[in-house]
């Protein structure tokens, strides 16, 4: 396979300083911030566990089977420099760093310096690859070493190509889709390009070798607890669940709309689709076509897996492959578009904006900065719940959960009782002000990011596949749960689209002669365990 021969321009060293020194100074403000989301229900836990007790599967948290590369790494930086946010932040943008630099040396291989600089820069901006870059999640690290093994195939050095790969499966188990991708297209390249038949064959071993290390992962996570992809929750939610036909033609649709479209990457791809329209200048090569081919058979095998597996449709999931996308895109425009760095210059303010303007659409919270709201909101609700019902029992649902009874976690100083539900449907509330008896105080939250004026959701029949296939359910408002509880509402706090809020339950008395007075309130149900929202 050819490939455009201007590379290692720059020393490696310091091009890794520059991206890391960078990717710190624009994350500086976020680093002191407790732990969230999926980070907290399981990462965190989990990698705690491998530094305390020195064990590869987690005890504090239901495992996962999630191979254990990023949480020893954890653990080692933890052991070394202490068990801080601060460490833990700075540890993954040194991997976010790497991944940069990876995304670099790979455009800079298959095209040239011009398109590695504006892709790298893309990437770095584009607001899923930034939020994740400082969060302790697997996606980043097995993108990082995804790409380091699509610069090593391209340059056909198969020994590394292996070891890439294989770091990738180490990190998480869908990086596998990587190699195996690239060998189902090394066994049809040959029919499309006879001549190439004889040396293809050559690469089919080295993309095979990662299955080894997780097979010798799955094999030992079996060993030990008796399951072999996870507990039997987290495998339910994440593949068995998720088999409906309808159900997974709706996630093809999401996992390319994160693909082409999602916090205005549509600009990027629009650009482009009308760049193709236009004659190639005279003097600008494209990316040779048997790479864009490999590229194209490992973006599909993402989508349409990512589509078959996992029953939240994240899409720090597709980071192994947005990256490919703007490579192509931003080699696309320069090879096509004179003034295509004014261009990439726009796509990548739209990105800087999409990190502090939500879209009128539905987001995840940690897809851009409104997951430093959800954290700043829940450690002001802790505060003023450990500060005035610190022997209380709460009743509230996870991340919460975990948030008041982890203190390590960043958001209580202490253990607080917790009764947990599973959300804030009136259907869970109504539920558990039967248990009245049982907890003093209720932390109720947004438990998603809900746009004043939804683009898409006054569809009622795409309401209605939400929530049927992925979970979709509508909170109560804080002073509605106070009235189903019976209590009252002493504290609340909002940001855009989300909100917090305390209540205090009165007297089983009390609370009856409330209710009786409450008018009624619609719910809307159906979500998934506490469990297996752990991903």
């Known amino acids: 396979m050819t490939a455009n021969p201007d590379s290692r321009r720059y020393p490696t060293p310091l091009l890794f300083a520059l991206f890391f020194l960078a990717l710190f100074a624009l994350h500086a403000p976020l680093l002191r911030l407790p732990y969230f989301w999926d980070e907290a229900g399981y990462y965190i836990p989990a990698a705690r566990d491998l530094l305390l007790s020195g064990s590869l ?16 790494y954890l653990a080692l930086a933890w052991k070394i420099l202490g068990f801080t946010p601060v460490v833990t932040r700075t540890s993954m943008l040194l991997v976010a760093a790497f991944a940069l630099l990876g995304v670099f040396r790979l455009a800079q291989r298959v ?16 607001p899923v690859f930034f939020t994740q870059s400082s969060l302790a999640h697997l996606d980043l690290a097995a993108a990082a070493f995804t790409f380091w093994g699509l610069l090593a195939y391209v340059e056909d050095r198969k020994p590394a190509t292996a070891i890439w790969f294989s770091l990738a499966v180490l990190a998480k188990e869908t990086a596998i889709l990587a190699p195996l991708a690239l060998f189902a297209w090394e066994l049809a390249a040959p029919w499309i390009r006879p001549t190439d038949r004889a040396r293809r064959t050559l690469h089919h071993i080295p993309l095979l070798a990662p299955c080894i290390p997780l097979v010798l992962w799955y094999a030992y996570h079996y060993h030990r607890t008796g399951f072999l992809f996870g507990n039997p929750e987290f495998f339910r939610y994440n593949v068995q669940a998720t088999m409906h036909p309808l159900r997974i033609l709706l996630a093809l649709g999401m996992r390319l709309w994160q693909l082409l479209a999602y916090l205005n990457l549509y600009l990027l ?5 009308l760049a193709m329209f236009r004659d190639p200048l005279d003097d600008r090569q494209r990316i040779a ?30 980071l192994p492959v947005v990256p490919l996308v703007i490579i192509i895109c931003v080699s696309t425009l320069r090879r096509r578009v004179r003034v295509w760095p004014a261009i990439v210059a726009a796509v990548a303010l739209a990105f800087v904006a999409a990190l502090f303007v939500n879209p009128p659409y539905g987001l995840s919270l940690e897809d851009n900065l409104a997951y430093q709201d959800y954290i700043q909101l829940h450690q002001r609700a802790g505060n003023f719940l450990g500060a005035r019902y610190s022997m209380a029992r709460v009743l509230t649902a996870w991340p919460a959960s975990d948030e008041l009874t982890r203190p390590y976690l960043g958001y209580v100083s202490r253990p607080m009782q917790v009764l947990r539900i599973e959300d804030f449907t009136a259907q869970e509330l109504f539920a558990a002000s039967d248990q ?23 569809w009622e029949t795409w309401q209605r596949w939400k929530t049927e296939f992925f979970g979709y359910h509508r909170d109560v408002p804080p002073a509605a749960a106070a009235q ?7 504290y609340e706090d909002h940001r855009p689209g989300q909100w917090v809020a305390v209540i205090e339950v009165a007297r089983v008395e009390e609370a009856l002669a409330t209710n009786a007075k409450m008018p009624g309130i619609l719910s809307n149900s159906g979500h998934p365990s506490v469990l297996v929202r752990q991903r």
Request: aromatic share 10%; hydrophobic share 55%; glycine share 6%.
């Open 57 to 72: 599967i987690p005890t504090s948290a239901p495992s996962n089977a999630h191979p254990p590369l990023v949480m020893a």
């Open 111 to 126: 095209a040239n310096t011009e398109v590695a600089i504006a892709s790298a820069i893309c990437t770095a901006l584009y």
């Open 269 to 273: 791809t629009l650009a482009t689709g």
């Open 289 to 318: 076509l048997p790479i864009q081919f490999a590229f194209l058979s490992v973006i599909v095998a993402y989508a349409f897996a990512m589509a078959v597996i996992g029953g939240a449709v994240l899409a720090r999931y597709m």
């Open 436 to 458: 009245r008896s049982k907890f003093d105080a209720a932390l109720v939250f947004s438990t998603k990011y809900e746009p004043p004026h939804p683009l898409f959701d006054r």
């Open 484 to 490: 189903i509880l019976g209590g009252q509402l002493v």
